[in-house]
């Protein structure tokens, strides 16, 4: 069964902390995602990455960075977090050339106080 | 120029109708067209995707509707079960560059009621 996990459910964190949402992928997939869901405004991409080291920004990118070291592991970091920040995280990931391959991981849910 | 509208934002139906649910875009250059469906509690999962080369795809209860022409596309969902109950996310992506991003629209929370 194909798998993508999310490192927590839920998190809450104090405004300026640094906050690492990690994300695994077990299908050998070369392309990974962050995506924050907010309500009414669907999916919106954050960064995607399409190799190992390698790293894209999406459409909001501001606030975050992204670490991709294995193939595997995506991961999505909020360098000072911000009320502004908290919202639904979701990982997907698929094989190159196979967009019919996109899956998703369960979410984080980050609220920042 | 890479927006994908989607309406309504909620829909309510009776267990055995037709749940309507439509999108439009601007974009010419995108040409796969997925939807979503989201449970509460669980990511987003590929639920039936189409290309502009076809006008329709049905896959069990699940038909996508494409019209080039009028850069629209639609999922109908025919006798609609209270199981069906979920958010759905149409999308749209263009191929090329390092990876196929996906546009999402804004979401339907569909409700069948029993």
């Known amino acids: 069964d194909v798998k993508v996990t999310q490192s927590s459910r839920y998190l809450v964190k104090r405004t300026g902390e640094k906050v690492f949402l990690e994300c695994v992928q077990d299908?050998?997939?070369?392309?990974m995602f962050w995506y924050r869901q907010d309500p009414g405004l669907g999916l919106r991409l954050i960064y995607f990455?399409?190799?190992?080291?390698?790293?894209e920004k999406g459409d909001i990118p501001e606030g975050y960075s992204v670490s991709r070291e294995k193939k595997e592991r995506f991961s999505l970091i909020l360098e000072s977090a911000s009320t502004n920040q908290t919202s639904m995280y979701l990982c997907?990931?698929?094989?190159?050339?196979?967009?019919?391959?996109?899956?998703f991981g369960p979410g984080t849910r980050l609220l920042v106080l | 120029q890479q927006q994908v509208k989607q309406s309504p934002q909620s829909l309510i139906v009776q267990k055995g109708g037709i749940s309507i649910i439509n999108c439009a875009y601007e974009?010419?250059?995108?040409?796969?067209f997925p939807w979503y469906q989201q449970f509460p509690g669980k990511g987003p999962a590929l639920l039936i995707a189409?290309?502009?080369?076809?006008s329709e795809k049905k896959e069990g209860r699940f038909t996508i509707s494409f019209n080039k022409s009028a850069k629209q596309f639609s999922l109908h969902i025919m006798d609609s079960q209270p199981g069906d109950s979920a958010t759905y996310f149409c999308?749209?992506?263009?191929?090329?560059?390092?990876?196929?991003?996906?546009?999402f629209g804004s979401g339907t929370q569909l409700t069948v009621l029993p």
């Open positions: 999308a749209a992506s263009i191929r090329g560059g390092s990876a196929r991003q996906l546009t």
């Open positions: 990455s399409y190799d190992v080291k390698m790293k």
């Open positions: 974009n010419t250059a995108f040409d796969y």
């Open positions: 299908m050998d997939h070369e392309n």
């Open positions: 997907a990931s698929y094989q190159s050339g196979r967009p019919e391959t996109q899956y």
């Open positions: 189409i290309r502009p080369d076809v």
